[in-house]
T-cell receptor, first 114, second 110 residues
Framework: DTAVSQTPKYLVTQMGNDKSIKCEQN?????MYWYKQDSKKFLKIMFS???????INETVPNRFSPKSPDKAHLNLHINSLELGDSAVYFC?????????????FGPGTRLTVL | TQLLEQSPQFLSIQEGENLTVYCNSS?????LQWYRQEPGEGPVLLVT?????EVKKLKRLTFQFGDARKDSSLHITAAQPGDTGLYLC??????????FGGGTRLMVKP
């Protein structure tokens, strides 16, 4: 009965590879997000989707491409992985885009690029 | 760019002590949220403050939003080892976009 789930939990890959991280929420929320947390624990928004449509892209390299097949899923595809992409990636969801709505975070995916 | 400065970055105290974590910005946010993050997990919301001057209490935790809605504080009374963790403040803007502070890593020793 996990609210926001991500797969995989850990991802180790070589530079230059392409990889995807999946996110699913069973809360019936309209809005989903991707965040990146670096090694110093700084958490930064990457994308926001509302009802399957991209509403915010925070100056993320175009190697990162989010895809929302339906309202409950927001996947993150990363092309040509670089060392600097190593981080923990969190998916989150909220009922709407209202700024007082609680965001529920997934458990994170730790990506290591070698 | 809207930034949130969170201080202190690290705090190590003895059980029973009080502490305050600060979150400051030059920007106004629609709301200010406080999260706690455990190792290997995602952040979990503790509280959301919306109105300038608002004070909310959650057991031994007291949260305050500044009158100008630019800064906030988290005060913990009689800290316990179970309070150990990473505390994050986040300001919300249009589209429920969260700007996070750098975090405060709290360790409470028994």
């Amino acid at each position: 009965d996990t609210a926001v789930s991500q797969t995989p939990k850990y991802l180790v890959t070589q530079m230059g590879n392409d990889k995807s991280i999946k996110c699913e929420q069973n809360l019936g929320h309209d809005t989903m997000y991707w965040y990146k947390q670096d090694s110093k624990k700084f958490l930064k928004i990457m994308f926001s989707y509302n009802n399957k449509e991209l509403i915010i892209n925070e100056t993320v390299p175009n190697r990162f491409s989010p895809k929302s097949p339906d309202k409950a899923h927001l996947n993150l595809h990363i092309n040509s992985l670089e060392l600097g992409d190593s981080a923990v990636y969190f998916c989150a969801s909220s009922p709407t885009v209202t700024s007082t709505d609680t965001q529920y975070f997934g458990p994170g995916t730790r990506l290591t690029v070698l | 760019t809207q930034l949130l400065e969170q201080s202190p970055q690290f705090l190590s105290i003895q059980e029973g002590e009080n502490l305050t974590v600060y979150c400051n910005s030059s920007s106004v946010f629609s709301s200010l949220q406080w999260y706690r993050q455990e190792p290997g997990e995602g952040p979990v919301l503790l509280v959301t403050v919306v109105t300038g001057g608002e004070v909310k209490k959650l057991k031994r935790l007291t949260f305050q939003f500044g009158d100008a809605r630019k800064d906030s504080s988290l005060h913990i009374t009689a800290a316990q080892p179970g309070d150990t963790g990473l505390y994050l403040c986040a300001g919300a803007r249009a589209g429920n976009m969260l700007t996070f502070g750098g975090g405060t890593r709290l360790m409470v020793k028994p």
